[in-house]
Every structure is written in C-alpha cells, then in structure tokens.
C-alpha cells in the first residue's frame, strides 16, 4: 500500500474519532444539563413541598381572583405530598358565604383595592364553609399582581386563615377586662417592681385620684399595717394573702380596709 493511501486512509481514522470524540463530548454536556435540570426541579419541588406543609400547617389557604371571569380559585393544602384541592366559584357565592353584617364591609374594602385606592386587602369576617355550620371568623389578605392601563385590578391573591380560636380568646380577653374595669370591689394589679400597671375605677376612687396619676402612686405610703408598714413580704411572698390594713388616702383620710392578694408567677417559674 502507497504512502499516500495509508496517509488517507490516517485522514478517515482521525476525522472518524473526532466526530466520535465530538458526539461524545456533546451526549456528555447534554447528560450534564439533564442531571441540573433534574437537581433544580428536585430543588423547586422540595421548595414547593416545604411551602405547602408550612401553609397546612398553619391553616392558611391561597385564593385567586380573575377578572376576565370573576372567579375565585381557592387551594387547600394537605399533609401528603402533592396533594391539594382546588376549589372554584363565582366571587358572588363566595360574598354569599359571609355572615350578613360583614358583607358591607367586605365589598367596600375589596372595591377600594381592585380600583388602587388601597394597597393591600386585609379584612377580617366570619364565614360559613357549608350552609349547615356556624359562623367561624376568617382573616384574608391579598393583593393586587396584575392591572390594566385604568390601574384596576386584573389578578388578585392572597391567603386566607381561620382565627375563630384567636378571637374567640380575644373575647374572651375583652370580656375579663371588662369585668375587672366595672368591677365594684376595688382592684389593682402590681409589677413585681410593685408600681401599679392597671387598676380599675373603684380603685381609684378608694384612693382618690385620677387615672392619670396611677403610674406615681407610692403604695408604700398607701396600705399601712398596724406597725405603720406595707406588707410587701407578705404579698410577694405567698401565693395568696389576706389581711386588714389601712388605706390613707391622697386626701390624708384614713379608711380600714380588707386586702386580699394573689401572686401570678411569670410560666418559665
């Protein structure tokens, strides 16, 4: 065979194991853009997994609004993976659901965000899931992802929680302080610095004086035992204590009066 034959025929070798080199090289960047794209989706998933346990476990469910269809789409989480529940209905049925003496407010305040007055929807409302349960509170927030060129809104959303526990607790709240407020025996609650944090009206009548002048009040010089002393080793003591003693009034009078005092230790005590 002629030097030049075997010279060709090194030509086809070497152009051959290039390309071969070539489409390897190639499947290798292509295997390599697949293992990323398998590892960012992994990653994305992993991220929408974590999402959605966070907003299951608080309770929290994300809602959309349309405008070209005037349709809320509501989503509801679970614990297993990939799974959740989508729930669409007309915005009317959804208005529908809530309690009569809220829908005013409701409408007002969505109108106010869908034409831009508002920045953020943000309202508080009780609401029936199903006709046959009771009123439960909910808290919605939202806001505006996409307008037209008039500034209204084209896309809404937002979240939407049960708070029926918090305010049924914040009733709750309401209703011992109004109790205390009106209470006719005479009450005050002390820091453990023992200056007066809040006392009631007939507390500040007993003393006499004003609201105003409960954060100076010098208990030192207002309940006195029979040697001329305020117990605070008594009442800081013990968990509840009773005892007479004498009230001197802003005013110098004098009055005997009974005191009972219960200690509240902080819940890390």
Same mark, same amino acid.
């Given at each position: 065979?002629?030097?030049?034959?075997?010279?060709?025929?090194?030509?086809?070798?070497?152009?051959?194991?290039?390309?071969?080199?070539?489409?390897?090289?190639?499947?290798?960047?292509?295997?390599?853009?697949?293992? /990323?794209?398998?590892?960012?989706?992994?990653?994305?998933?992993?991220?929408?997994?974590?999402?959605?346990?966070?907003?299951?476990?608080?309770?929290?469910?994300?809602?959309?609004?349309?405008?070209?269809?005037?349709?809320?789409?509501?989503?509801?989480?679970?614990?297993? %993976?990939? /799974?959740?529940?989508?729930?669409?209905?007309?915005?009317?049925?959804?208005?529908?659901?809530?309690? %009569?003496?809220?829908?005013?407010?409701?409408?007002?305040?969505?109108?106010?965000?869908?034409?831009? !007055?508002?920045?953020?929807?943000?309202?508080?409302?009780?609401? =029936?899931?199903?006709?046959?349960?009771?009123?439960?509170?909910?808290?919605?927030?939202? !806001?505006?992802?996409?307008?037209?060129?008039?500034?209204?809104?084209?896309?809404?959303?937002?979240?939407?929680?049960?708070?029926? !526990?918090?305010?049924?607790?914040?009733?709750?709240?309401?209703?011992?302080?109004?109790?205390?407020?009106?209470? =006719?025996?005479?009450? /005050?609650?002390?820091?453990?610095?023992?200056? &007066?944090?809040? &006392?009631?009206?007939?507390?500040?009548?007993? /003393?006499?004086?004003?609201?105003?002048?409960? %954060?100076?009040?010098?208990?030192?010089?207002?309940?006195?035992? &029979?040697?001329?002393?305020? %117990?605070?080793?008594?009442?800081?003591?013990?968990?509840?204590?009773?005892?007479?003693?004498?009230?001197?009034?802003?005013?110098?009078?004098?009055?005997?009066?009974?005191?009972?005092?219960?200690?509240?230790? &902080?819940?890390?005590?």
């Amino acid at each position: 065979m002629s030097e030049a034959l075997w010279q060709r025929r090194l030509d086809r070798e070497r152009q051959a194991r290039k390309t071969a080199e070539r489409l390897l090289t190639d499947k290798s960047r292509e295997l390599y853009q697949t293992t /990323v794209d398998l590892q960012q989706a992994l990653a994305a998933s992993e991220n929408q997994r974590r999402l959605q346990l966070a907003l299951w476990g608080s309770g929290e469910l994300i809602w959309e609004w349309h405008a070209e269809d005037d349709l809320m789409r509501l989503h509801h989480f679970s614990s297993e %993976p990939g /799974v959740a529940l989508e729930e669409v209905l007309l915005w009317a049925d959804w208005i529908a659901r809530l309690h %009569p003496d809220d829908r005013g407010n409701a409408l007002q305040a969505w109108e106010e965000h869908r034409c831009g !007055r508002c920045e953020y929807y943000d309202l508080e409302f009780r609401m =029936r899931r199903e006709p046959e349960q009771g009123w439960l509170w909910f808290r919605t927030q939202g !806001r505006a992802v996409e307008r037209d060129a008039d500034g209204l809104a084209r896309r809404i959303t937002g979240t939407c929680k049960d708070i029926s !526990r918090q305010h049924e607790a914040e009733e709750h709240l309401r209703l011992l302080a109004a109790a205390f407020a009106n209470n =006719r025996d005479a009450n /005050v609650v002390l820091a453990s610095d023992r200056h &007066a944090l809040q &006392a009631n009206a007939a507390f500040l009548e007993l /003393v006499g004086i004003g609201a105003g002048e409960l %954060p100076d009040l010098e208990l030192e010089r207002l309940l006195l035992d &029979a040697d001329e002393q305020c %117990p605070w080793d008594h009442l800081f003591a013990t968990d509840h204590w009773q005892g007479e003693l004498i009230c001197q009034r802003r005013d110098g009078q004098r009055i005997p009066v009974e005191l009972s005092s219960t200690l509240v230790r &902080a819940r890390d005590r």
